[in-house]
């Protein structure tokens, strides 16, 4: 959710390694910083979905739920495509491939 919010990936401290960085995120609740700008409602679900106890996180069900309320309603917040077109890119940048390389679908 936080790549979405602000379309690039997550950068930590690059000298650490995966395993390492797995022990801060699991038991020392590392998590990135989120923009005071941020929309709460969306700052707040996303940080519901950080939660330690797998219990207080929400479900892929209520994610959806909440996402089709929340367009059903008019919000302009993100739409399905602009977060396919961010995790398109996201995935290209991490494989070291630039987008411009890529033929569009047209």
Known sequence: MWE????????YN???DMSKLG????YRDLRP???KEAPQFYVNLMRKCWD????????????YSYYENMFKDGSKFISTREITEKLSEMILV???IDSTEVPDDD
């Open 4 to 11: 979405i919010l602000y379309g690039k990936t997550i950068s």
């Open 33 to 35: 910083a989120v923009n």
């Open 52 to 63: 330690k106890n797998p219990e207080k996180r929400s479900s892929a069900k209520d994610l």
């Open 23 to 26: 022990f801060l995120i699991c």
């Open 14 to 16: 690059q000298k650490l």
């Open 94 to 96: 991490s494989k070291g």
